[in-house]
């Protein structure tokens, strides 16, 4: 079982920057590939980005490419979503998950993920 506690969301101005969090307790956190998700209001969930257990490999979605970073700290056993250059688009609800799989697995879809943090909302305000 692993546990998923989101942080860092708020509200920003159009063109300004947050840093999302996600602490990880339970089994070993660097056993998992590890993805961000959003949910804006009366739309499904989609993929934003993805780490891999290695670090090395991490996918964008294309609306959030060159503004978003995916990083991990498994000494703190943490995922971290750079958020710059935020438009009103970007408003949702962030959510991390934590996906089992071989090394270099970074799933784009949520049915490959098997735990789940509660969410953390993003307001962006033009």
Same mark, same amino acid.
């Given at each position: 079982?692993?546990?998923? *506690?989101?942080? =860092? =969301?708020?509200?920003?101005?159009? =063109? ?8 990880? @307790? ?21 993929? *934003?980005? +993805? ?10 979605? /294309? ?15 943490? *995922?971290?979503?750079?958020?710059? @250059? ?5 408003? +949702?609800?962030?959510?991390? +998950? +934590? ?5 270099? /697995? ?21």
């Amino acid at each position: 079982q692993v546990q998923l *506690v989101e942080s =860092g =969301g708020g509200s920003v101005q159009a =063109g300004g920057s947050l840093r999302l969090s996600c602490a990880a @307790s339970g089994r070993t956190f660097s056993s998992y590939a590890m993805g961000w998700f959003r949910q804006a209001p009366g739309k499904e969930r989609t993929f *934003v980005t +993805a780490i891999s257990r290695s670090g090395a490999i991490t996918p964008y979605a /294309d609306s959030v490419k060159g503004r978003f970073t995916i990083s991990r700290d498994n000494a703190k056993n943490t *995922v971290y979503l750079q958020m710059n @250059s935020l438009k009103p688009e970007d408003t +949702a609800v962030y959510y991390c +998950a +934590a996906s089992g799989g071989s090394y270099h /697995d970074t799933p784009t879809s949520e049915r490959n993920y098997d735990y789940w943090g509660q969410g953390t909302q993003v307001t962006v305000s033009s």
